[in-house]
C-alpha cells in the first residue's frame, strides 16, 4: 500500500507517518520544505515539496497513491481568510488534484475537527447527525473542509474523522498548559463546570488507521476521543498528579481572556507569527460543553480507546522532561 499523508511533519501526522511505515506501508509526504522535516527526518519517507493552497503541486503528490491522509492545516493564523485558505481551500484542492490525477484512489481521510461541528449546547454528547454550529474561525474553515469533501462524495472513497482535544508527545497545545502549571498556576475559565472530550495521540492515530482499512466507513463522519467525559477541573487535576505539584486555582473572567487576545492579534500584526490566544479561542475556550460521542466510531469501526487520560499524561509529562521542554 502507498500512502500520501500532508501534515506528516506535524504533531499528530508523523505519529502517523510512523505508524503507516509500521504497518508496511510506503509513505510519500507532502512537505513545504525538504530540509524541514522534524519528526520525521531520519524516516525511510518519499518527500514531496508543496502546498496545498497551490494546485499545481498537489498533482504529482496524489498520482500512483493508493490512500491520501489530510492532516494537513493550522490551528492558528493570523486572520479569518488564512485559515479558509488552508484548512478549506487546500482541502478543495487535494480533492480535485485526487479527481484528476487519481481517479482510481482507494481511501480519502480528511482529518477535520470536533470544532468543525461546535460545542453542544443542550447537553449530553454531540453527535456526527448534528446541526454543525462552529464557533471560531479555525471551526468554521475546518467545517468549510468538510464541506468541500462531501461535494464529492460520490466521486471519492471519503471519510471524515473529528477528533476532540488531542494530545499527546510532540504537542505544543498541551505544553502550554503544562508550563502553567509548573508555575503553580491552575487556570479556571469560568464559574460553570465545563466538560470536554480528549483523546491521546495514539489513541486517534489506530483511529486513523482502522478508517483507512475498513469498506464500511466509507462517506462517513465519525468522532473520535477516549470515550469519557472530563470536568476541566477535574483534568487538572491528573496534571498535578503527573507532575507531582499542587498548583492554585485561579478564576481568569471572560473579560480578561478577552482582553489579552485582543493585545495578542494587535502584537501579531506587527510580528508577523500568529497569536498564541485570539477571539475565536477565547470562544472555544468559554463553551460549557465540548463532549462527543463516539458509539458510532466503535461500532462501525471496531475503534476502542487504549490510553486512560491519567495514562496518557503520565507518557506525555515524561516525554516532555525527556526532550527538555519542561
Not at 258 to 267: K, N, P, Y
Not at 303 to 316: D, H, N, R
Request: charged content about 25%.
Amino acid at each position: 500500500m502507498k500512502a500520501l499523508v500532508t501534515g506528516g511533519t506535524g504533531f499528530i501526522g508523523s505519529h502517523l507517518v510512523e505508524a503507516l511505515l509500521k504497518r508496511g506501508d510506503n509513505v510519500r509526504c507532502l512537505v513545504r520544505n525538504r530540509n524541514d522535516l522534524k519528526w520525521i527526518r531520519n524516516l525511510p519517507i518519499e518527500t514531496v515539496e508543496g502546498d496545498c493552497t497551490e494546485k499545481v503541486g498537489l498533482l504529482d503528490a496524489v498520482k500512483g497513491v493508493d490512500q491520501v491522509f489530510h492532516l494537513a492545516g493550522l490551528t492558528r493564523a493570523l486572520n479569518e481568510e488564512i485559515y479558509f485558505q488552508v484548512n478549506a481551500m487546500g482541502t478543495e484542492n487535494l480533492v480535485h488534484a485526487c479527481l484528476e490525477k487519481n481517479p482510481d484512489l482507494k481511501k480519502f481521510i480528511y482529518l477535520s475537527s470536533q470544532a468543525a461541528a461546535g460545542p453542544c449546547q443542550n447537553g449530553g454528547k454531540k453527535r456526527e447527525l448534528d446541526h454543525c454550529m462552529p464557533v471560531s474561525p479555525y471551526g468554521r474553515s475546518k467545517r468549510r473542509g468538510e464541506e468541500f469533501c462531501l461535494e464529492h462524495l460520490h466521486q471519492i472513497p471519503l471519510v471524515i474523522l473529528r477528533p476532540s482535544a488531542v494530545y499527546g508527545p510532540r504537542d505544543r497545545d498541551v505544553y502550554f498548559f503544562f508550563k502553567i502549571l509548573k508555575k503553580g498556576i491552575k487556570p479556571i475559565f469560568s464559574r460553570d463546570e465545563q466538560y470536554i472530550s480528549l483523546c491521546y495521540v495514539e489513541d486517534l492515530v489506530q483511529a486513523i488507521l482502522l478508517a483507512s482499512d475498513s469498506k464500511e466507513s466509507d462517506r462517513e463522519i465519525f468522532f473520535i476521543s477516549d470515550g469519557q467525559d472530563y470536568r476541566l477541573d477535574q483534568i487538572g487535576d491528573l496534571f498535578e498528579e503527573a507532575m507531582a505539584i499542587k498548583a492554585h486555582r485561579i478564576l481568569i473572567p471572560e473579560w480578561v481572556i478577552s482582553g489579552v487576545a485582543f493585545f495578542a492579534e494587535w502584537m501579531a500584526k506587527f510580528s508577523g507569527s500568529p497569536p498564541l490566544i485570539n477571539k475565536g479561542k477565547v470562544e472555544e475556550m468559554v463553551q460549557k460543553n465540548w463532549l462527543c460521542d463516539i458509539t458510532k466510531a466503535e461500532r462501525v469501526l471496531g475503534f476502542k480507546p487504549k490510553f486512560p487520560l491519567a495514562e496518557g499524561i503520565k507518557i506525555t509529562y515524561e516525554w516532555y522532561l525527556n526532550e527538555h521542554w519542561l
